[in-house]
C-alpha cells in the first residue's frame, strides 16, 4: 500500500502542475486524472510489466499510457491540448517513473535475483 500511495503523491507533484499549466483542466480534473492515471500504471506498469519486462519496458509503457489517457482525458473535456503539451507530460511521467521504478527495486530485493 506504502508503494502505491508513494506513488500517487510523487506523479501528483509533476502531473497536476503541467496539466494545469498546459492545458485547460481546472485543478480537480488535474488532480483527478494523476491520481486515475496513477492507479492505472501501478497495477498495469509496476505489477505487470515491471515484473516481466524490466524498467525499460515499464517505463516507456508508463509514457506511452501517459500520453494515451491524458490525450483521451483533453479531449473528452475539451482542455485543448497540443501534440506538444501531450509529448511533455509522456516524457515527464516517463522520466518519473524511471526513478520510482529504481526505488521499487530497492524496496523489492526480488529484482536483484
Known amino acids: 500500500m506504502s508503494k ?7 506523479n501528483a507533484l ?3 502542475p503541467l496539466l ?9 480534473q488535474a488532480l483527478m486524472a494523476s ?9 498495469l506498469g509496476d505489477q505487470w510489466i515491471l515484473d516481466e519486462f ?3 519496458a515499464a517505463t516507456l509503457a508508463d509514457g506511452l499510457l501517459a500520453a494515451l489517457f491524458v490525450g483521451a482525458m483533453g479531449t473528452a473535456y475539451h482542455w485543448g491540448l497540443s501534440w506538444s503539451a501531450l509529448a511533455v507530460i509522456a516524457v515527464v511521467t516517463a522520466a518519473v517513473e524511471f526513478g520510482y521504478h529504481l526505488l521499487l527495486r530497492r524496496w523489492d530485493v526480488r ?3
Not at 492515471?37 to 501501478?42: G, M, N, V, Y
Open 54 to 56: 524490466g524498467n525499460a
Open 14 to 16: 509533476f502531473t497536476v
Open 20 to 28: 494545469l499549466y498546459l492545458s485547460n483542466a481546472t485543478p480537480f
Open 111 to 113: 529484482w536483484y535475483s
Open 35 to 43: 491520481l486515475s492515471l496513477s492507479i492505472l500504471a501501478f497495477f
Open 4 to 10: 502505491l500511495l508513494v506513488k500517487l503523491v510523487v
